[in-house]
């Protein structure tokens, strides 16, 4: 009968770690674990705890207690007391866990216990978690001690087994979002919708609270960029203070994943509120682009050495495809310069000679000896033609001058092709008024002298300007829901002012994202201007101004 019984033993046994080896979903396999142990045992009470690097629990599975007492205490057991003598090798049996001296007593509600087993899961020779096993009948015996051992063992392999999986399903994951952020730029999208893109991606898939993009803003300096997740509103915009670890790993290019402790000591004090923390290098060849933050919050699981290796991937592919993109851009810019100067050759070979062909014809009209007999309206209006066509001359030869041009264009005409390319984003195309000194500047070519004028004075603004409006555009189309808007610029009285208004439904009472307005206020600052975003004169909409000295 002892045979038999032995032989049944080792029968269910042997069920419960194909049982356990067969499962590759780890909660499911966690609970899988517990239910066995307490059952070939015969425990009444069963739990695996997992702790993190200080000793708490970050994730519990148990069975026995009742649901509703479990909610009723305050925390999970951390490796304290008597569960803090469990050795790393072997197990600690004991008759009666309240009689080791290292007990502290039961928390309020918990269950009163007497027989103990406890064992660590060691995976790669790193201890996983603790196995408690309490109250069994007469208490455990070596039986029990060998059970529990096999089934450690059991377990440990089907725990990196399952680990080994997410890895793969999370590595696809990563492949499948770095294949859709290279898309998204191939198909000429917003480089700030596609840098949300990879926070948000990075923040689902690594399993985080908070994805960060730290990126270089004005003067080389890093700034959180975009923010997907909780706390954003506290940490958009912040500057990164010298010695944060993001301003090493973009100078460096090697990624970091951070305990609990030392995020606790980091120098802005809203990161301080999370627990592991992994910066990730955007890093292509050897030019760094920015640095991806993945927090998560205090008592989560750390970010081992699998999650820096996948996020590294994923964060290489996504700075290659924005060098790709900008490589493409200049490719067509290129295309551009090339389009421009035929069009230059086609103007002089053909309209001009077009043009002074009619104005001959023109001239010697007006010099025939009949025209003095014509009505003076006629005649007033085959002046008029001649003006008109000499005017035209000359704004084609000031276009021919521009088009030969192969450096960058004046600023005015930035801002036009700014303003033309937001035209398909509203129902009416957006309009660009001009003025020097006090008086309107017309687009035309034949005021060219003005738009020279305006380009000498701005030399050392212009970036800012066209950032400005681009901004003010993108507010304006994304947010406001804005069907006419007007960007102005204005030179005189040695300052440059920028106005952006638009029609819509003015600010938010809550804004989700305020990193470009940000933006433009450093931009204020460092030019020793100012800068305001409020509601439009009109009472409907919104106003953006920035203005700033000449430099």
């Given at each position: 009968?002892?045979?038999?019984?032995?032989?049944?033993?080792?029968?269910?046994?042997?069920?419960?770690?194909?049982?356990l080896?067969?499962d590759l979903?780890?909660?499911?396999?966690?609970?899988r674990f517990?239910?066995?142990?307490?059952?070939?045992?015969?425990?009444?009470?069963?739990a695996?705890?997992?702790?993190?690097?200080?000793?708490?629990?970050?994730?519990?599975?148990?069975?026995?207690?009742?649901d509703?007492v479990?909610?009723a205490l305050?925390?999970?057991?951390?490796?304290?007391?008597?569960?803090g003598?469990?050795?790393?090798?072997?197990?600690?049996?004991l008759?009666?866990?309240?009689?080791?001296?290292?007990?502290?007593g039961?928390?309020?509600?918990?269950?009163?216990?007497?027989?103990?087993?406890?064992?660590?899961?060691?995976v790669?020779?790193?201890?996983?978690?603790?196995?408690?096993l309490?109250?069994?009948?007469g208490?455990?015996?070596?039986?029990d001690?060998?059970?529990?051992?096999?089934?450690?063992?059991?377990?440990?392999?089907?725990?990196?087994?399952?680990?080994?999986?997410?890895?793969?399903?999370?590595?696809?994951?990563?492949?499948?979002?770095?294949?859709?952020?290279?898309?998204?730029?191939?198909?000429?999208?917003?480089?700030?919708?596609?840098?949300?893109?990879v926070?948000?991606?990075?923040?689902?898939?690594?399993?985080?609270?908070?994805a960060?993009?730290?990126?270089?803003?004005?003067?080389?300096e890093?700034?959180?960029?975009?923010?997907?997740?909780?706390a954003?509103?506290?940490?958009l915009?912040?500057?990164?203070?010298?010695?944060?670890?993001?301003?090493?790993?973009?100078?460096?290019?090697?990624?970091?994943?951070?305990?609990s402790?030392?995020?606790?000591?980091?120098?802005?004090?809203?990161?301080?509120?999370?627990?592991?923390?992994?910066y990730?290098?955007?890093?292509?060849?050897?030019?760094?682009?920015?640095?991806?933050?993945?927090l998560r919050?205090?008592?989560?699981r750390?970010?081992?050495?699998?999650?820096?290796?996948?996020?590294?991937?994923?964060?290489?592919?996504?700075?290659?495809?924005?060098?790709?993109?900008?490589?493409?851009?200049?490719?067509?810019r290129?295309?551009?310069?090339?389009?421009?100067?035929?069009?230059?050759?086609?103007?002089?070979?053909?309209?001009i000679?077009?043009?002074f062909?009619a104005?001959?014809?023109?001239?010697?009209?007006?010099?025939?000896?009949?025209?003095?007999?014509?009505?003076?309206?006629?005649?007033?209006?085959?002046?008029?033609?001649?003006?008109?066509?000499e005017?035209?001359?000359?704004?084609?030869?000031?276009?021919?001058?521009?088009?030969?041009?192969?450096?960058?264009p004046?600023?005015?005409?930035?801002?036009?092709?700014?303003v033309a390319a937001?035209?398909?984003?509203?129902p009416?195309?957006?309009?660009?008024?001009?003025?020097?000194?006090?008086?309107?500047?017309?687009?035309?070519?034949?005021?060219?002298?003005?738009?020279?004028?305006i380009d000498?004075?701005?030399?050392a603004r212009?970036?800012?300007?066209?950032?400005?409006?681009?901004?003010?555009?993108a507010?304006?189309?994304?947010?406001?829901?804005?069907?006419?808007?007007?960007v102005?610029?204005?030179?005189?009285?040695?300052?440059?002012?920028?106005?952006?208004?638009?029609d819509?439904?003015?600010?938010p009472?809550?804004?989700?994202?305020?990193?470009?307005?940000?933006?433009?206020?450093a931009?204020?600052?460092?030019?020793d201007?100012?800068?305001?975003?409020?509601?439009?004169?009109?009472?409907?909409?919104?106003?953006l101004?920035?203005?700033?000295?000449?430099?």
């Open positions: 009968m002892r045979d038999r019984h032995g032989a049944e033993a080792t029968t269910d046994l042997l069920r419960a770690v194909l049982a080896a067969a979903d780890l909660p499911s396999l966690l609970e517990v239910q066995a142990s307490t059952q070939m045992t015969g425990a009444r009470y069963g695996i705890n997992i702790l993190d690097e200080r000793g708490a629990s970050r994730t519990f599975v148990q069975s026995g207690v009742p509703a479990v909610a305050a925390h999970p057991p951390h490796a304290i007391g008597v569960l003598r469990i050795p790393d090798e072997g197990v600690l049996r008759a009666d866990l309240t009689q080791h001296p290292a007990f502290l039961w928390p309020a509600g918990h269950p009163p216990m007497g027989p103990f087993l406890g064992s660590a899961v060691r790669m020779g790193e201890t996983y978690g603790y196995l408690y309490a109250d069994k009948d208490g455990f015996d070596t039986d001690e060998a059970v529990v051992t096999a089934l450690a063992a059991a377990a440990a392999v089907a725990i990196q087994n399952a680990e080994l999986y997410a890895i793969e399903r999370r590595r696809e994951r990563w492949l499948t979002a770095g294949q859709q952020i290279t898309t998204l730029l191939l198909e000429g999208a917003e480089p700030e919708d596609v840098l949300a893109a926070a948000a991606s990075a923040r689902e898939i690594d399993g985080a609270d908070t960060v993009l730290v990126l270089p803003g004005v003067g080389g890093l700034v959180m960029e975009i923010v997907d997740g909780h954003a509103d506290e940490l915009g912040l500057p990164m203070p010298p010695g944060a670890r993001s301003i090493e790993v973009f100078a460096s290019g090697v990624g970091d994943a951070t305990p402790s030392v995020q606790e000591r980091h120098p802005l004090a809203p990161m301080r509120q999370f627990g592991p923390a992994m990730v290098p955007l890093r292509s060849g050897q030019e760094s682009l920015g640095v991806l933050i993945l919050r205090k008592g989560a750390p970010f081992g050495p699998a999650d820096l290796a996948l996020s590294e991937t994923f964060a290489a592919q996504a700075a290659l495809a924005f060098v790709l993109a900008e490589a493409r851009a200049g490719h067509e290129a295309g551009l310069a090339d389009e421009r100067a035929r069009i230059a050759r086609d103007l002089h070979d053909l309209a000679q077009q043009l062909g104005g001959l014809q023109l001239e010697q009209a007006r010099q025939d000896p009949g025209a003095r007999a014509l009505a003076p309206r006629v005649a007033e209006l085959l002046d008029g033609a001649q003006r008109g066509l005017a035209s001359v000359r704004q084609i030869r000031a276009t021919l001058r521009a088009l030969d041009d192969v450096g960058v004046p600023l005015v005409d930035r801002l036009r092709l700014e937001a035209a398909p984003l509203f009416t195309p957006p309009r660009l008024v001009v003025r020097l000194d006090g008086h309107v500047v017309d687009a035309a070519q034949s005021e060219q002298g003005d738009v020279e004028r000498a004075a701005c030399a212009a970036e800012h300007v066209l950032a400005v409006a681009r901004e003010g555009i507010n304006a189309a994304r947010h406001a829901r804005a069907r006419e808007v007007v102005r610029l204005d030179v005189t009285g040695g300052r440059v002012v920028v106005e952006v208004e638009d819509g439904v003015g600010l009472a809550v804004r989700d994202r305020a990193s470009g307005t940000r933006n433009l206020a931009r204020a600052d460092q030019s201007g100012d800068f305001s975003l409020g509601p439009a004169p009109s009472g409907r909409g919104t106003l101004r920035w203005a700033a000295p000449l430099g």
